[in-house]
Nanobody, 121 residues
Framework: QVQLVESGGGSVQAGGSLRLSCAASAFTYEMGWFRQAPGKGREGVAAIDSAGRSSYADSVKGRFTISKDNTKKILYLQMNSLKPEDSAVYYC??????????????????WGQGTQVTVSS
């Protein structure tokens, strides 16, 4: 069993930045960030494997950066140039299998409780 605890959410004006963190209780091969806005499905934002290779949703490329400290077992999401449409609950996800940096929520077994990000215009 892997526990994931997110932190770093909050409110920011458009154009601002936030950094999310996710502390894992054990090593996992794949980790990712997902988000869910009210009335919408859970959307893959970024994913990273243990070698540091990453993938991003088109909507966040060039603005968000995913990184991981394997020693501390902490996943990060640096979010810059935030837009109101980035507002959502952001979830950290992890899996012990090789997923090829999947952005599909159904591929991940372990989930955090979520942290709210609100971007005002």
């Amino acid at each position: 069993q892997v526990q994931l605890v997110e932190s770093g959410g909050g409110s920011v004006q458009a154009g601002g930045s936030l950094r999310l963190s996710c502390a894992a209780s054990a090593f996992t091969y794949e980790m990712g960030w997902f988000r869910q806005a009210p009335g919408k499905g859970r959307e893959g934002v970024a994913a990273i494997d243990s070698a540091g290779r990453s993938s991003y949703a088109d909507s966040v490329k060039g603005r968000f950066t995913i990184s991981k400290d394997n020693t501390k077992k902490i996943l990060y999401l640096q979010m810059n140039s935030l837009k109101p449409e980035d507002s959502a609950v952001y979830y950290c996800a992890a899996d012990l299998r090789i997923l090829g940096r999947s952005l599909l929520s159904s591929d991940y077994h372990y989930w955090g409780q979520g942290t709210q990000v609100t971007v005002s215009s």
